[in-house]
């Protein structure tokens, strides 16, 4: 769903330039790098893969243009105008400063340098004093104002670089100095942040006639097709909602768990096997696409054509770049895949539902289905309607792009909690055999009485949500009461909540940066205080896919604990990559495992 882009979005907003730019040269065979500045001119053809060093001071510009993500030594480069170097492999350029200081350290350099520090810090400073001033004597009732470059508070002025390389710190600082509600200015996008549980209390009580969420998500459009979710109108989108409510109720659940479990046996012996290491977030990926297949769309398209339907979801899923939210129609390469993923998907689904049509009654009520793409061959509108085709391919394209990578982070985080905590491994375990025991098949009564892997599940979308940033535009204004202050956040803003700093301020959950899953257990129940906990979000939007990712991820960890003894590898748990659209661990996921002896 769209709500899965609002880091991008944001992103999109923060990082403008070089993503934007980096999205674009991905379409072009080679780059031609044009530079006619102060100090040298160049014209460079890079054929696909090469390396070059450029001379000092022809490449001021260009790094902010084609390095994606800006990494702080070639941001340091840029700024003091050296040379640095540029690759390009296949349709990825890299910008790298040069092992070698060697003749980069010249007076004349350090002269150019400190006399673009002093002009660019000038500029930055007038600028962002400019922009603020304006905003706040505008409408002197509306939220403190931060502006990318503010020069109010402690002295980290690059915000919002700050802010695209770790939204989570720079939320968190701007919280401390700034209290519960304030407005960050990207790229003339006033967005008003609200943190705590008071605050997150309006952003998800409030209905879409205040707070819209169709208006920031409309990108999608190209992706999940025209008409569907938040390409329609309300009456036509409560029905789709409705449709989706009905197919994820407990009740189809159950007929879920058993699907689930049989993947996860067949997927952990032929991939698995007795003892070795494996990367748990590309192994949970895989588990995690095969069992929603199973369950979403049916053992046919499961049995028959899972490869294609999954070649194409990445189509789609690589088809959302910085570039579409702001251009979702340019004509780029990621476009055009996605586009033409979105056709076949469309046909491939328009086949299968031709196929299941065609069965007499009979037939079909011997295939028993529980599937949600039978759920919306069967759902009519308010006006008697069925869902076209193209839009049931539309929300099952939603409800992938919705529980894909969340669930597969999801479960990757709780595992690695879990497997590097012997002692809550240990309790798990206990769990396990004190509900399960013995080999025999999973039931939805045995998922349910799992709490303290429920409680491991929660406590790591706690500290890891997936979705860390979630948007709505203001409608109309939007009265908020802070630390004695009354303010007004006008009509035209956007409004963010973000799970991630939000979920770990120490008020609400104390000593909020350990994993603690007994947080959760009566007497404590920290996550009870209203709109405290956002893992999946909450009030009219909150997740539809809560209890399917529940019973998916408890299913699918159930399975593997039973069957492998674990241990992390790495010595430290992996950072968050908030470079992702969909935030999930970077860098070292392995664990290393041994089949368990019965
Ligand atoms: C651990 C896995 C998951 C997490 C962390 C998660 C998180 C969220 C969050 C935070 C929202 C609220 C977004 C907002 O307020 O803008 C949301 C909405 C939604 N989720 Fe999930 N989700 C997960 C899995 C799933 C799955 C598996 C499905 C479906 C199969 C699903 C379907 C939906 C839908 C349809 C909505 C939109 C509800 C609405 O707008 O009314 N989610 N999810």
């Known amino acids: 769903m769209g709500f899965v882009f609002t880091g991008f979005f944001l992103r999109g907003s923060a990082f403008t330039v070089p993503e934007l730019v980096a999205s674009l040269l991905d379409s072009i065979p080679f780059v031609t790098i044009s530079f006619n500045l102060l100090f040298s001119s160049l014209t460079e053809s890079l054929p696909k893969t090469s390396s070059i060093s450029a001379p000092v001071g022809s490449l001021c510009k260009l790094s902010y243009i084609v390095t994606k993500p800006i990494s702080a030594p070639v941001l340091l480069f840029t700024a003091l105008n050296l040379p640095l170097v540029i690759a390009k492999t296949g349709s990825s350029i890299t910008i790298t400063p040069p092992t070698t200081f060697g003749d980069v350290a010249t007076p004349i350099n350090l002269l150019l340098a400190v006399t673009l520090l002093i002009t660019l810090a000038t500029s930055y400073f007038i600028v962002s004093t400019l922009v603020s001033t304006y905003i706040r004597s505008s409408n002197p009732s509306r939220p403190p104002v931060i502006t990318p470059l503010t020069p109010f508070g402690n002295f980290k002025l690059l915000t919002f670089l700050e802010f695209s390389k770790s939204p989570l710190k720079c939320i968190t600082r701007l919280y401390k100095t700034y209290g519960e509600v304030f407005t960050m200015n990207m790229m003339g996008q006033n967005i008003t942040i609200l943190l705590g549980p008071d605050q997150q209390e309006h952003f998800f009580k409030l209905g879409d006639d205040h707070l819209s969420q169709q208006e920031v998500y409309k990108f999608m459009k190209p992706v999940f097709g025209a008409g569907v979710v938040y390409d329609c109108n309300a009456r036509t989108r409560q029905s789709q909602f409705q449709a989706m409510a009905y197919g994820l109720r407990n009740v189809r659940l159950k007929g879920y768990i058993s699907k ?67 251009f979702p129609y340019a004509w780029t390469d990621a476009h055009k895949k996605r586009d033409a993923a979105r056709k076949r998907m ?121 979705l860390v940033l979630l948007m709505r535009k203001v409608l109309k204004d939007l009265k908020v009461s802070t630390g004695g202050n009354d303010y007004v956040i006008p009509k035209g803003d956007v409004v ?103």
């Not at 929603?292 to 490869?307: K, Q």
């Not at 010595?571 to 041994?594: I, Q």
């Open 260 to 326: 689930i479990e049989r993947e996860t046996h067949i997927y952990l012996d032929s991939k698995f096997g007795q003892s070795g290491t494996v990367d748990l977030l590309e192994a949970l990926s895989e588990l995690t696409i095969l069992t929603s297949s199973r369950c979403l769309h049916g053992d046919d398209v499961r049995e028959n054509m899972f490869t294609q339907v999954a070649e194409l979801y990445h189509d789609l899923d690589k088809g959302v770049t910085p570039l579409s939210v702001f």
């Open 346 to 466: 469309v046909a491939l689904f328009a086949s299968v539902i031709k196929a299941r049509r065609a069965e007499t009654p009979e037939i079909a009520a011997s295939k028993n289905r529980t599937d949600i793409l039978d759920v919306f061959m069967n759902a009519k509108y308010k006006n008697g309607q069925p869902f076209k085709d193209e839009e049931i391919t539309g929300l099952l394209i939603a409800l992938l792009f919705a529980g894909q990578h969340t669930s597969s982070i999801t479960s990757t985080w709780t595992a690695l909690f879990i497997a590097n905590d012997p002692d809550i491994m240990r309790r798990v375990i206990q769990e396990q055999n004190d509900v399960v025991g013995g080999d025999r098949e999973l039931t939805f009564d045995d998922i349910n009485n799992m709490p303290l892997l429920h409680n491991c599940m929660r406590e790591a979308l706690r500290l890891h949500p997936p």
């Open 496 to 598: 963010m909540v973000s799970p991630s700093v939000g979920m770990r301020l120490a008020n609400v959950f104390p000593e909020p940066d350990a994993f603690d899953p007994d947080r959760y257990a009566p007497p404590r129940e920290e996550h009870k205080t209203p709109f405290a906990y956002l893992g999946f979000g909450g009030g009219m939007h909150s997740c539809m896919g809560q209890a399917f990712a529940f019973v998916q991820v408890k299913t699918i960890l159930s399975v593997l604990f039973r069957k492998y003894k674990m241990e992390v590898v790495p010595e430290k748990l992996p950072e968050c990559d908030y470079e992702a659209m969909v935030v999930g661990p970077k860098g070292d996921c392995r664990v290393r495992y041994e089949k368990r002896v019965n």
